[in-house]
């Protein structure tokens, strides 16, 4: 089931993302007309995880079910299991918990079994179980927290591939995440290669406008730039070529 | 796509039906270990609307993405329209809004197309929207109440027939769904007949009890019942054979 | 166990409760520093309900547990059956259910029983099941709603005549529950009498100011009334008298 | 203080738009790319209360402090009362109480002053008290229902006529407000006369589409309608003319 | 009052849970019917806190009045100063905080007159008071953060050794509560000693599973183990005694 | 706009709250009627950070809305950056956020001119974005945690240094602020000295108690103290002059 094909990414796509935080992406993607990319709930599970980046590859829950959702069906064809077996190295798994926060989605089993297979990191708006463990794996997790029980207690697996909310945000199979300190943000597919380009021009300026306000500048026409500082940091940037 | 086909619903099944509230269903439930079945949201839209029940034609909803939840997504293939047009007779349209209460999933002309296909109901988490429209097409809601705003300002439309939670319980196509004024209950498929059966013997039962309460019996010994009631009751309904 | 004795109520007390609405209570009681007596969530189940006043008899849930919370649990000693038992006629049952509203703390039965013993009304900050039945047994109920499952769905029940949270406000056995349109008040027991004198004299100074604005006084000076319109007040209450 | 002109509203926008409904106004809104002016929380107190639409007068709380939200604050000069006084007839007052549903920001004389001034209609995020009073003076009031405690259990008042949110929603002076059966929508003053004629476009033609709905016709390009069902809906319109 | 005899705990059962994470418990538990035991809020207050075990010694609170919740009534006999004078050592106070966050139940010196009687932890679904000065009590103390107001600014003390619930768990006197880093969880005290013997079990054979994880066994027939794999984990055990 | 003088805050206070906790504030707020006092949301972003002790120096933000909320904006007259450039060195700046918290309302930027211009703090009852930026501006900040996106994602500014709720307070300018570990408490402008003259006291009080406990005196008596206890403290502090 679910054979959504995962779609390469670039190696410049990754090494211009890496320059540039998630802050930043908003911003370019609100210009854009889009002002729903943040996931609510995820968060770096280690203080410091670095950034991760990659093609979303997703996973379904719903609620429980007593008849359904039980240590047994851990065993089923349509299980957690068998979707971490499809993901290819370099995704990032995106697991829509629909927020529920008194079971973990994971523990260290299946962590473990996600970094073996390389893949980039876990993002969800639910939460991991036995953190310790998880934290063990040093697979990069992007959650609510971690609690004890297990998925079963309140979450019934579903379905892998196909489109998902996470935090609020519509998530596609082959959509990009990018997960840093502040989070993960989302970018549509299709606007991929404009975003990149207008990130990296926009963290360029605001590490100018950075510069200017540590030598004393006021932000009235600094930030948004009026005509004049536009002018100054083009000669910057000319500067620095 | 989500062809999964529509199981018969036998009219002997629907006639005992009629004659047991969902909160005796859902004590039949949970005697046999499932406690979450009652969809925590849907409302009847217009008191005394008549109890409902039909197989679970399900729809799934994922948060509004500028780029997707558009006026223009209305008319692409995967669409609420063509999901609605792929629904038979006599169905319960279960559609997960994820709890959205600020962007209606249907109006006025989805309501009058689902009642002209002889749509037994519409349940959802959500909300509908233009109040007033709908209730015009005398089709019977399940609902949070309604709303101004579009499925569009809050909501993108995915598929239907796949595995969805609506209101905290996991629904499967061809579950089947009773709703009254209490709201709505799930009986899984697998377990229809015998829940069937126990629930038609416990509505018989809790009627003697009343009747019991109404004549001046006092609670303990009598509901539960102890021996000497059950004797009574067991007379009680030979004679009534 | 918790023989709490319930104090009388003096029909006088009841007699001028009667004609004074749960609004100037609330306005009385700040004015004596206490701001926190309307209970969040109980609402007349049936609109019109009659105003009810009464000593408060208190009933406690904690969260359901499955090894606890059984059908079979209806039966025991301690069981919602024994409490209602209990209750003496003219009182009003609190019941602290947190808040819950995916679980009936009563139903149809519990409900006839309470209103064959003269019970004046159930207050509870979670909701009731099998609304229609509930609503046949023409007991007073102050609830936020009605649900199909039981209260072993959600909750356990533990103590009756113990202090009580109910809808975020400290209830203790003989605390009087005043209950009209716009939900539950309480009254501390040892604040009564204080409390009924000063809320008829409020009631009646704010009937005086409806007569003014009926007749077009403007609401500076009037409503807090300054000087002048104290006197006219006061000349007012005399014609009356 | 706060003295911004309140602007007047022509009588023909009046008349037009109160033959479009506000999910009509939503949708055109939001093709105009705002998602969000549907207020969550105010509904009619009374079913059944007529359309209302009117200029934005809008009004401020904070929360309760006990050395300032006092019954004796009600004299102030900074009082809700000054600002009752402020309103010119027409205006809807719209009332910012920070989705607080535990102290009523109004009760019945506040609300039968400002019937007496002709003030078209009360909107706002939280609730009213004395239920049956207000419901009384006939004012149309959009709110999340009744309660007992004065404004001053929860609410300190601190102005008028500033920009406020409601709902979710930013309202500013003189920004135009509808409110019907399914809550209260914002156009904003700039757009006003643009939006107003596309939504008496857009509910002509979704009064064409329920008419070919109920004569049969399939969704698929009815809804939004395909180029042949343009030219219908045109021939249609040229019709009606 | 209160007088609930605390039952001892054997050292045998506090050795062999030390072995054992809370989230195998929670897997055990619910193998046993059981899916709500963990409680929701309790977090170690410092990160790094040693696990403990320990009979549940439970307080309760009710909201605040501000008629009884004054900093007098710490000087009376029911008091959260009796109730800790009440605790024997190494018990776990288990305290009802009705989920509250802006006030904290206990503070500095409250914790450092429980850490000097030997009590072995703290668990509330609410907040402690002076972070700092709790912290160097050195209390072993899981919640859901510190404040600055006192419980009074938000809860009344009622009772202790009473039935309560604790983060949408219930917990009974004498039950064993088991905490660490993923939060705590209940064990209901007719259940002791068959979950310990079952959750022993259960990490030994996670262990075993996650060997093989590392050593790049596939997660299908592993996790949870067919047959064969059940074989290999049986002669991995033997090769371990 | 705006023009509210801020007022001096003198050395001596400052000193004297230096040795003050926000815990001990509350007490002594509580005992003058004030419960409500403490900011919901606001915690150090950074551990460690220093006490913090200004006037409040007031900014609001609405809802966003599309046609408002967008970066064109932040060049506007009434812009958050010209609020920064109004503050005066030693203000802690409070941001009435209405607790979003999927929205920064400053990041890297606007903290680093704030941190140049020696504004003593940000509050806000909302978040922060660029977390890792904003920490290396060294400005000491208590929100709610770090996002990626911009303000205008959720919120439209709308001026400074007028009266907000901030985490359920009622924040005036010119009330002076202290922020510790534990959160952000208020004091009215009117009450500081008196509040201040209190709190030292309480504090050493405190103190005292500590060392008893430490000591191992039973709580009963001690805390709150008796007379004897009372007696006993006196002689202590006596010793200490």
Not at 2 to 29: F, K, M, R
Not at 71 to 95: F, K, L, Q, Y
Not at 97 to 111: E, P, Q, S, Y
């Amino acid at each position: 089931m679910n054979d959504v094909a995962v779609l390469p990414l670039s190696p410049d796509v990754i090494a211009a993302l890496q320059g540039v935080c998630t802050a930043t992406l908003t911003t370019v993607l609100l210009k854009k007309g889009l002002r729903n990319v943040w996931m609510r709930g995820p968060r770096p599970l280690v203080p410091g995880t670095p950034k991760q980046i990659g093609r979303a590859f997703t996973l379904r829950f719903v609620p429980a079910r007593e008849d359904l959702a039980t240590p047994a069906s851990w065993g089923a064809p349509i299980s957690t299991r068998a979707a971490i077996e499809a993901m290819p190295p370099g995704v990032i798994a995106v697991i829509d918990a629909m927020g529920t926060t008194d079971a973990g989605v994971f523990g260290d089993i299946l962590c473990l079994r996600m970094a073996k297979r390389g893949v980039a990191g876990l993002v969800t708006d639910g939460v991991v179980r036995d953190g310790d463990g998880v934290r063990g794996t040093h697979l990069p997790v992007w959650c609510q927290g971690t609690v004890a029980p297990p998925s079963v207690a309140g979450l019934t697996f579903v379905a892998w591939q196909q489109p998902i909310g996470c935090g609020g945000v519509a998530v596609f199979p082959n959509d990009v995440v990018v997960a840093d300190a502040d989070g993960a943000v989302l970018i549509p597919a299709a606007l991929l290669d404009e975003v990149v380009a207008l990130a990296v021009e926009q963290e360029l300026q605001e590490a100018w406008i950075m510069e200017e306000v540590r030598a004393g500048t006021r932000l009235p026409g600094l930030y948004p730039p009026d005509e004049a500082a536009k002018a100054r940091y083009e000669a910057w940037k000319r500067g620095r070529a």
